[in-house]
């Protein structure tokens, strides 16, 4: 099973960012995936998830501006990330049924 992150980078304020999180050796479907970040100094908290029932979540700070997305085609999950913010700085990790991919940083500067 392996997980690539990637789409991070160095962003300003207001900008916006597509995280993908590509997966081979395992498939979404029944699958609980995930998107959380751990930004320094703090412990990892949840941004969303697409539930085994494909029911979308997200958590507040991030309600409105994130949009979370798989292809199944493609076995990849993406994170549409707008109105970006500097408290939205962090490595951003994949996850697909307590799999983990290995992190993507995003920077947003003010």
């Known amino acids: 099973v392996q997980l690539q992150a990637s789409g991070g980078g160095l962003v300003q304020a207001g900008d916006s960012l597509r995280l993908s999180c590509a997966a081979s050796?395992?498939?979404?479907?029944?699958?609980?995936t995930g998107w959380f970040r751990q930004a320094p100094g703090k412990e990892r908290e949840f941004v969303s998830a697409?539930?085994?029932?494909?029911?979308?979540v997200y958590s507040d700070s991030v309600k409105g501006r994130f949009t979370m997305s798989r292809d199944a085609a493609k076995n990849t999950m993406y994170l549409q990330m707008n109105s970006l913010k500097p408290e939205d700085t962090g490595v951003y990790y994949c996850?697909?049924?307590?799999?983990w991919g290995q992190g993507t940083l995003v920077t947003v500067s003010s």
């Open positions: 050796g395992l498939t979404f479907r029944n699958a609980y």
């Open positions: 996850m697909v049924s307590n799999y």
């Open positions: 697409i539930t085994k029932s494909a029911t979308t």
